[in-house]
């Protein structure tokens, strides 16, 4: 069936770059995006790549895409402590319904 | 602004009471969606609409019904309250526009069942 994986847990250190990895199984996925929670708060639309596309930059952004390995990325350049939150990787599977992943806990340590 | 607005932000209910939660959105989409969020696991789907009048399940509908009579409101209904809908629960709205599919939060719901 469709899933989505992400690794659950990221430590990286201010200033650094930050890179979170997303695989997937739907290989008719229109759509991949990336959305940021932070504590208490509801999903937060990121940057979203069309599936066509293998890179997209925007500011302190790069997703990429590997559809040959089902394999999206995503790099926060210049990690901020305002960065700390849960990053969830998401696909449009079958019928337009999002797939989820489990989320990434990204932390930055001063 | 407002976008997606979900109310109550918090609730606490006892075993086997019932309550509504509400969705609304002004950005006349016409798919919604209702997201149960568990600590540490990602989302999953209760009930979606495509339309007014128009409703199906999700992953994990059980416990919960939904109703669209508007564009702009989708309710939630929790029937008989269980411990095992304690959870958070979002609503989203779906942009399909030319060259875009997103779908938008609102803030959340965080229910207790006790």
């Known amino acids: 069936g469709e899933d989505v994986e992400q690794s659950l847990f990221l430590s990286v250190r201010e200033g650094d770059s930050s890179v979170i990895n997303c695989t997937y199984t739907?290989?008719?996925?229109?759509?991949l995006y990336w959305y940021k929670q932070e504590p208490g708060a509801g999903l937060q639309l990121l940057t979203y790549?069309?599936?066509n596309m293998d890179m997209k930059q925007d500011q302190r952004l790069t997703v990429l895409l590997n559809k040959k390995d089902k394999h999206l990325s995503l790099r926060i350049a210049d990690t901020q402590t305002g960065d700390s939150a849960i990053y969830f990787c998401?696909?449009?599977?079958?019928?337009?319904?999002?797939?989820w992943g489990l989320g990434t806990s990204l932390a930055v340590n001063p | 602004n407002a976008g997606v607005t979900q109310t109550p932000k918090f609730r606490i209910l006892k075993i086997g009471q019932s309550m509504t939660l509400q969705c609304a959105q002004d950005m006349n989409h016409n798919y919604m969606y209702w997201y149960r969020q568990d600590p540490g696991m990602g989302l999953k789907l209760i009930y979606y609409s495509v339309g007014a009048g128009i409703t199906d399940k999700g992953e994990v509908p059980n416990g919960y019904n939904v109703s669209r009579s508007t564009t702009e409101d989708f309710p939630l209904r929790l029937e008989l309250a269980a411990p095992s809908q304690t959870s958070v629960y979002f609503c989203?709205?779906?942009?399909?526009?030319?060259?875009?599919?997103?779908?938008?939060f609102g803030a959340g719901t965080r229910l207790s069942v006790l």
């Open positions: 998401a696909e449009t599977g079958n019928n337009r319904k999002l797939i």
């Open positions: 739907d290989s008719s996925s229109t759509y």
């Open positions: 989203a709205s779906r942009d399909r526009g030319t060259g875009k599919d997103i779908q938008y």
């Open positions: 790549i069309f599936s």
